[in-house]
């Protein structure tokens, strides 16, 4: 449509025309890499996971940089498993919410890039959500940001719906203030339909991988 309109006119009229196309492509592209928090709804386990951040980040951007939120591996193993996997991030931040206590110091790999943990008890929502926010803070400084929350379902092992509502809320709110994209996944056979019904609805986009 926008072509058809560019041949209908000269000089001024076809400038102004080609730079509404040019506009209109500037956007597109802008929405293209905007931020966006999807919701997967997958049965567990972590190559599956690791197929998705790959998938993922093969259609987003080439190493960006990563915060994962984690409640079942252990943060040495994630970071491990993202760098011969998928990527070597320049800045990849976790936050765990195992309950262990045992907290890796921060390192910086052979290739520069640098690796921090955060961690606090899974039923201390309010400490998470401000490891959470720091974590976003500090990795949004080192480029385009990939974010990953490993189950939803764990998190509804240690509090209930509403509880779990307010928290995921937030975390979305922060993905989005900050332009990341971000992919958090649940087990729907974990939940009745209207539990994940719920959770769904704070999402931009939901997928369902068999």
Not at 11 to 26: D, K
Not at 54 to 76: K, M, N
Not at 123 to 140: F, S, V, Y
Request: hydrophobic share 35%.
């Amino acid at each position: 449509m926008s072509g058809s309109r560019a041949n209908e006119g000269v000089g001024p009229r076809r400038a102004a025309s080609e730079s509404a196309v040019g506009s209109e492509e500037t956007a597109s592209t802008e929405r293209a890499v905007s931020s966006k928090a999807e919701l997967v709804l997958t049965p567990p386990g972590a190559e599956r996971r690791t197929m998705l951040k790959r998938q993922a980040v093969g259609s987003y951007v080439d190493h960006p940089t990563v915060v994962e939120f984690t409640y079942d591996t252990d943060p040495l193993a994630l970071h491990e498993r993202w760098r011969a996997d998928v990527g070597s991030p320049p800045c990849h931040m976790v936050v765990d919410a195992s309950g262990t206590g045992e907290i890796p110091g921060p390192r910086v790999a052979a290739d520069g890039g640098s690796f921090a943990v955060e961690g606090a008890h899974p039923q201390d929502l309010t400490g998470l959500c401000m490891k959470w926010q720091d974590a976003l803070e500090e990795a949004r400084n080192h480029g385009t940001l990939f974010v990953t929350f490993d189950s939803v379902t764990a998190l509804l092992q240690y509090v209930d719906l509403r509880e779990a509502y307010r928290f995921l809320h937030t975390l979305v709110a922060g993905v989005h203030r900050v332009g990341a994209r971000a992919q958090f996944y649940i087990d729907p056979k974990a939940h009745d339909d209207r539990t994940v019904s719920t959770v769904q609805g704070l999402f931009d986009a939901v997928r369902h991988i068999g």
